[in-house]
């Protein structure tokens, strides 16, 4: 496609259950990031992923949160055991080259996960 | 680790009036800086970045920014803004001496413009 594709655009979901959120990088780029930006604030790392590694996990806030990205293209993001505080819009970026050497980097128009 | 201050959330603005949001980041040490806009309804888009050279850089659409070293600052600048620049900008940053490091965002500054 055109640009980074992020699905569901929307997701409620009850406290507890588990929810999987999905990435479609630009086609070729290498680097892949996640971010969560919630209300009022600037986006926040997660997680990046440099091919099919997790380069940088640093910002996963904690074990309920895991990501993977089997085949170096599309990334899910899984949140076990959602809570109230994980509602948010996340964020999905990628980059022909990784950050370091400062490409541009294209985001998705983001998941708006809601959690009630 | 570093950090990124917008020092105003909101900034009303009458339209062909000048602009300034301003964007002061923590650390001395060499950085790349960036300038992300989020229009009504859609995803980060780049408006502009400063990797190395001349300190002033510009967008399409006139915006520019200018990097101070000495003040940590990279401050955005319109003269003349028009309706279409309402929406919502975030300032960037990532060092440039560490790898691969993740961008790290201000909280945003909220430019509505008024007719």
């Known amino acids: 496609g055109a640009g980074v594709s992020q699905t569901p655009s929307n997701k409620v979901t009850e406290k507890g259950k588990y929810v999987e959120l999905r990435c479609d990088p630009i086609s070729g780029h290498t680097a892949l990031y996640w971010y969560r930006q919630s209300l009022g604030q600037g986006p926040e790392f997660l997680i990046y992923f440099q091919g099919t590694g997790a380069a940088d996990d640093s910002g996963l806030p904690n074990d309920r949160f895991f990501a993977v990205r089997p085949e170096g293209s599309v990334s899910t993001l899984k949140i076990q055991r959602t809570e109230r505080g994980d509602s948010a819009v996340y964020l999905c970026a990628s980059s022909p080259q990784p950050w370091g050497v400062a490409s541009e980097a294209f985001f998705g128009q983001g998941t708006r996960l809601t959690v009630v | 680790a570093q950090s990124v201050t917008q020092l105003d959330s909101q900034v009303p603005v009458f339209e062909e009036a000048p602009v300034e949001l301003r964007c002061n980041y923590s650390s001395s040490v060499s950085v790349y800086l960036f300038w992300y806009v989020q229009y009504p309804n859609q995803g980060l888009q780049l408006l502009l970045k400063y990797l190395s050279g001349s300190t002033l850089v510009e967008s399409i659409n006139g915006f520019e920014a200018e990097f101070n070293k000495s003040q940590t600052s990279f401050h955005l600048r319109k003269p003349s803004v028009h309706i279409s620049d309402t929406a919502e900008y975030f300032c960037?940053?990532?060092?440039?001496?560490?790898?691969?490091?993740?961008?790290?965002f201000g909280k945003g500054t909220r430019l509505s413009v008024i007719a």
């Open positions: 960037a940053v990532s060092d440039r001496n560490s790898g691969n490091t993740p961008l790290v």
